[in-house]
């Protein structure tokens, strides 16, 4: 119980901000957008923010064998959440599938790795975006640590708990992490 209770006054400290408020930004730049086979100039802003509460918190917890990417597109969907950070995350694992840039000019290029073992997971974060999870993975052995963007194949040994702080309606996440805008 006090687990829980510090995990819900951390986010209640991470909502302070919330997401209620239009967005805000700073400066702006000018993108090119494919739409229907024509290619027009869209401006993206240097920095939008948006601001307001959560509108719940919802802890989730997926049993050993589970894929951990999977149980969490289950939550999701049986929450019905569209947008949401992806607060924390603990647990274990007996194997992984990440990705890292292995770039540093767009188009981002991806170098995947995945292994097998007893792994500590040490925390998950990210977002979900219109109801798509966007989720980063940190875990470790008896002697390194590794983490990158989750991929299917990330399967839980005796548990992973995950918290999320969902989104209220309206706030719009949708193009957060198109790297081109």
């Known amino acids: 119980m006090k687990a829980l209770m510090a995990i819900l006054a951390t986010a209640g400290v991470l909502a302070a901000g919330g997401c209620g408020s ?27 923010t948006i601001s307001g509460d959560f509108e719940r ?4 917890r997926i049993k ?38 292995s770039n540093t000019t767009l188009p981002a290029q991806n170098i995947y790795y995945k292994g097998q073992g007893p792994q500590d997971l040490l925390n998950v974060n990210g977002y979900v975006m219109e109801g798509r999870i966007h989720a980063h993975i940190v875990f470790s ?9 989750l991929e299917p194949g990330t399967t839980i040994f005796t548990f992973a708990i995950i918290t999320l702080g969902v989104l209220p309606e309206g706030a719009d996440l949708t193009r957060f992490d198109e790297p081109g805008w």
């Open 22 to 48: 239009p967005p805000r930004h700073s400066g702006v730049a000018v993108q090119p957008v494919r739409k229907g086979g024509t290619t027009t100039m869209e401006s993206a802003p240097d920095v939008l």
């Open 57 to 60: 918190i919802v802890v989730v």
């Open 141 to 149: 052995d008896n002697q390194k640590s590794l983490g990158g963007h």
């Open 64 to 101: 050993r064998g589970m894929d951990l990417l999977d149980g969490l597109k289950q939550a999701v969907a049986r929450e019905k959440i569209r947008n949401a950070a992806i607060l924390s995350g603990v647990g274990s694992l007996t194997s992984y599938h990440v990705h890292a840039v």
